[in-house]
């Protein structure tokens, strides 16, 4: 039997990186080339060929427009090339979620996307990215994988894009699952998923765009003023997510300037709570002031989504809330 062939593209992050020793809380992310990581992985003698492709060493932190193009453009190169399994993404775990929900929204739900990273650095007593990459390759090589999404495999959970969150700061159990829980448990020896294939044919949700409108996050916080959501709309946003109190709310003085910026730009209420919905007309008057609702979507998903609906050319309240209902 010919063993899965697995494009494995680079970005850097902490899975990459280097300590600055073995007991140090301090490192640099991104510090070890993909080729000299998958050297370390060779004593895993890891059933699959793996084909480097470097698209970056840089802590995720600074992930942006320039790499999100090259690993879109990568991934569609394999969904199409019958000679490639599936792709692993080596991924700083601070933006993982963006990204990884990014191409969930902009690929069809083909072949396994898995993005993979670590909470403790290469070099580092009890790092944990040789165990979760091992994790990785068995998730893409396994054939049940295909038509579920792209998916992000930490701490020995498989987790749908769609859900996946950073909930910790450095455990690596880092990262929850919501409103669904993890999609599969997985192990160097074993793979359990929890349910079958629920995506199987489905076609990318919106196309690629030539470029991302500038979208800001807008944190409410006792006793803030307006000013803020001005400034946004005076430096040029096409588009403001609100990570709100509770269920998405803010002062009363700043949802009135959103709804005063709904007339120009889309509004997105959303939650600064790390899990939980945030409803249409529960405490504010979404209808009325013509904003849009999250749902499940904490902040930083809620302006991936918002972005690509921009440039998609929806603008259309009604059909943005109903893509936020999708999740």
């Known amino acids: 039997m010919t063993n899965p062939r697995i494009l494995v593209l680079g970005t850097g992050g902490t899975i990459a990186g280097s300590a600055v020793s073995a007991t140090s ?62 792709v692993i993404i080596t991924h700083g775990t601070d933006t993982a979620e963006e990204t990884a929900f990014l191409l969930d929204l902009t690929l069809p739900a083909g072949k396994p996307i898995v ?31 295909a038509g579920r999404g792209v998916m992000l495999v930490m701490g020995d959970g498989v987790l749908a894009a769609r859900d996946a969150r950073k909930a910790a700061t ?66 040029g946003c096409k588009g403001i997510v609100l990570a709100g109190m509770g269920q998405g709310n803010a002062p009363a003085c700043v949802i009135a ?23 249409r007309n529960v405490e504010v008057d979404d209808d009325g002031l013509g904003l849009i609702a999250a749902r499940a979507l904490g902040p930083a998903k809620a302006r991936v989504l918002l972005m690509v609906l921009i440039a998609n050319g929806i603008t259309d309240t009604g059909q943005m809330q109903a893509a936020f209902d999708a999740g």
Not at 68 to 75: G, I, K, R, T, V
Not at 221 to 228: L, T, Y
Not at 260 to 278: K, L, Q, T
Request: contains cysteine; proline residues 8%; charged residues 20%.
């Open 170 to 235: 450095s455990s690596i159990d880092a990262f929850k699952s919501f409103p669904r829980g993890a999609i599969a448990r997985v192990t160097p020896a074993r793979l359990d998923w929890f349910g079958p294939p629920h995506r199987v044919g489905e076609k990318a949700r919106f196309a690629w765009p030539e470029a991302l409108p500038r979208v800001a996050i807008l944190a409410a916080g006792a006793g803030m003023d307006e000013q803020p959501v001005k400034a946004l709309l005076g430096i």
């Open 257 to 279: 300037a959103l709804a005063e910026a709904a007339a120009g730009v889309p509004v997105v209420r959303s939650s600064r709570v790390d899990e939980g919905i945030v409803d």
């Open 115 to 145: 993005l993979v990273g670590a909470m403790r650095p290469a070099d580092a007593v009890g790092a944990d990215g040789m165990r979760n990459f091992a994790n990785a390759a068995r998730v893409v090589s396994d054939p049940a994988a």
């Open 25 to 86: 809380a301090a490192y640099q992310p991104g510090g070890l080339s993909l080729e000299a990581m998958l050297g370390n992985l060779a004593g895993l003698e890891l059933a699959a060929e793996l084909i480097p492709q470097e698209v970056a060493q840089i802590g995720s932190q600074d992930i942006g427009w320039p790499q999100w193009q090259a690993l879109h453009a990568a991934c569609a190169g394999a969904l199409a090339d019958p000679a490639i399994t599936g």
